[in-house]
């Protein structure tokens, strides 16, 4: 298994509960992002630069990953992508996306979308907090604990 870092907009605490995850558990994790990343030296943890342009990091993702790696992103449309090639995605806010919810945020992202086209102003999302941290942090403590058993 492998752990793959959507990196141009993971939050940097999200990025330290991951690498020390990796190098506990002897995991490789690699961050991909069109910025140069420093990451800490480690034989477990690296980053791959890309160019910069759309969907460019998510694209080089996708086509690195196996069946059972573990991607963490923001991303809807790259994390379903990554279900659909047998990987798991984990959202920055300890959310899983399954095949079950995807398409319910595939379609909320989309009109979202479209509201936005319409000069409509919609939001981002709220900054993320101690509770989202350590929902994170659960999550993948627990999917690393059954991966590893």
């Known amino acids: 298994m492998h752990i ?14 991951l690498f020390r995850a990796a190098e506990r558990l002897e995991i490789p994790l ?3 992002a069109n910025k140069l990343l420093g990451v800490p030296r480690s034989s477990w943890i690296r980053a ?4 910069r342009g759309f969907d460019v990091a998510d694209n080089e993702i996708a086509r690195r990953l196996e069946p059972g790696d573990l991607v963490v ?19 920055p806010r300890g ?3 399954s095949p079950d919810n995807i398409r ?26 101690n509770t989202d941290k350590k929902r ?13 058993s």
């Open 104 to 129: 319910e945020r595939l379609a909320t992202r989309d009109f979202l979308e479209k509201l936005r086209e319409t000069g409509v102003q919609t939001g981002g999302p709220a900054p993320l907090d």
């Open 136 to 148: 994170f942090a659960d999550q993948l403590d627990r999917f690393l604990a059954k991966v590893k």
């Open 30 to 32: 690699t961050l991909v």
């Open 95 to 97: 959310e899983f996306y």
């Open 4 to 17: 793959w870092i959507d990196a141009d907009a993971c939050p940097v605490v999200i990025k330290e509960i």
């Open 73 to 91: 992103t923001a991303d809807i449309p790259l994390a379903a992508d990554v279900i659909g090639r047998g990987g798991h995605a984990l959202n």
């Open 48 to 51: 791959i630069q890309v160019s």
